[in-house]
């Protein structure tokens, strides 16, 4: 019974803005989002990709509540699992991991068999599926652009969390194909050279950069503290 009291309390402290709507770091989501939206005014947004220049730095918590809060909104949201080596969003929302984007791009099963509803009105969730030998391709394939074609008739808009850009050559090949790019950055934990070489290399990828977020800042009265902003 242990484990599954400390999953269902990281869950609850990585989906804050599900779980205490109210709180200083629901606000700060919020504000991303309105943001997000300022920042759309010559181009409407319709996907967004977030990841981060390396590990643990708050990417899939990150884009989990961002997804929620654009839910909240009344606009029809998925949250994306591409991540296919160390997906983690099945975790957070307590799915399964049977099928997944890996396995619709590979056209083992259709979207809306794969594609889960949530907790959250307008929320849905797509897990990575089972890990493939070939990440880096799928997310580079024809059969990429297709899903995003098809979401996009389904939803409002479309979040992505993805590996870190120093790590693997997957958020790269992502990032042109999404409208917009947001780069998690822990605060005391990425290295300055880090992040600016992972700004490079996905501008270099024609990718939009809509803004970075510094995460884990401490503040008074706050956990932690988030600012949007390019």
């Known amino acids: 019974m242990a484990p599954k009291k400390k999953i269902l309390k990281e869950t609850r402290r990585k989906l804050v803005t599900m779980t205490d709507s109210k709180s200083p770091i629901s606000e700060q989501y919020r504000t991303i989002r309105t943001n997000i ?3 759309a005014i010559d181009q409407e947004i319709r996907s967004i990709m977030v990841t981060s220049s390396g590990p643990g730095e708050g990417k899939s918590t990150t884009a989990a509540n961002l997804a929620v809060v654009f839910a909240q ?3 029809r949201v998925l949250l994306v699992d591409a991540d296919m080596r160390k997906p983690t969003v099945h975790y957070t929302f307590n799915l399964t991991n049977t099928f997944g984007l890996t396995t619709v791009l590979s056209k083992q099963v259709k979207l809306n068999e794969a594609v889960n509803t949530t907790k959250v009105n307008n929320l849905f969730v797509l897990p990575s599926g089972p890990i493939p030998p070939n990440p880096a391709e799928l997310i580079g394939s024809k ?8 979401v996009k008739e389904s939803f409002d808009l479309v979040i992505f969390d993805t590996p870190p850009v120093l790590v693997v050559t997957d958020a790269q090949l992502l990032a042109n ?5 947001i780069l998690v950055v822990y605060s005391g934990k990425a290295e300055v050279e880090h992040v600016a070489k992972a700004k490079e290399l996905l501008t270099n990828a024609k990718g939009k950069m809509l803004g970075a977020i ?7 009265h706050t956990a932690q503290y988030y600012y949007y902003g390019k």
């Open 214 to 220: 510094l995460n884990g800042k401490k503040i008074e």
């Open 37 to 39: 939206q300022f920042s």
């Open 177 to 181: 194909k999404c409208d917009g790019t």
């Open 73 to 75: 909104q009344d606009k």
């Open 143 to 150: 059969a990429m652009d297709a899903f995003l074609a098809e």
